[in-house]
């Protein structure tokens, strides 16, 4: 059964403002690598239903690519068979153009397959198999870790998952307390070829004001290469790029912000080298 239209409103009265302010600004196609918009699998969305009321925020502030990252090897979730997986997203893929429609702008809309690959001894087991799902089929694999986790803990695994052939994607570092307590220590593995994914909610201030402050001093350090969504629920940190691109575009150089949104998450799915990382020192007003 075809899913009954999604209205903007049930995320919330603000949900709708923020969206038309948005859309003034908002002027190339967002690309989004990180998301948890496959239904039932996660704490992302629960629905179809929710599913396509999330694409349509996504689709009206400006994005047009995002990546279903959903969680894997976490305990909590039991997501650990990259097969299946897989398959649920191509089963996804099915049934939103089923209902293109009913809903024009999925049409618009480029889903492509991924994880968030959850630091665990499932997970080192799963990448010595070579049993894990990258972004899109490149190179470049999704890495969380356990908040607290220590620093030189952290360091193993990306050296594990490098030395494996992959190139680590590390997911929101401005949430980890290691590098909260030194944003520094994020250099090392940006040198190393790692790519640094900031949350676009981490930079309004939705993680809290000690993710909101390592963000911004990893983003004038000139280590951020993507900043991402993470979007969850209609309620709860929704895919919007725009709200933040609207934010940044008044306090970065617009290259720094392109590269950001644009043109390194369109070299990940491409499976090519990134664009260095731009400096944000030189930003808008400094």
Known sequence: MVPS?????QAGGHADRLIADTLKNV????????????????????????????????????????????????DLFHNN?????????????????????????????????????YASPE???ALDQGCVLTLNGSRYLLLEFYMPLPFSQIQEVIERVSSSGYTPVIAHPE?????QEDPARIEQFWEMGCVVQVNADSFMGGSGSRAKKCVRRLLTAGVVD???????RLRWRPPNLGRVLTKLEQEYERE???????????????NERLIPAASALASVGS
């Open 27 to 74: 002027n190339m196609e967002l690309i989004d690598i990180h998301s948890h918009l496959l239904p039932r699998v996660d704490d992302g969305s629960v629905s179809v239903d929710e599913t396509i009321a999330m694409l349509k925020i996504a689709h009206e502030t400006g994005t047009r690519k995002i990546v279903l990252t959903p969680h894997m090897f976490l």
């Open 123 to 125: 997970f080192l087991k």
């Open 175 to 179: 949430r980890y307390g290691a590098i």
């Open 81 to 117: 068979d990259f097969v299946e997986i897989g398959d649920r997203i191509e089963q996804l893929k099915l049934e939103l153009e089923s209902c293109q429609d009913a809903f024009p702008f999925l049409e618009e809309m480029h889903l492509y397959s991924g994880a968030e690959n």
């Open 226 to 232: 993507v900043i991402a969504s993470d979007g969850h």
């Open 5 to 9: 239209e999604p209205s903007l409103g």
């Open 256 to 270: 720094s912000v392109v590269g950001w949104l644009l043109d390194n998450p369109g070299l990940i799915l491409a």
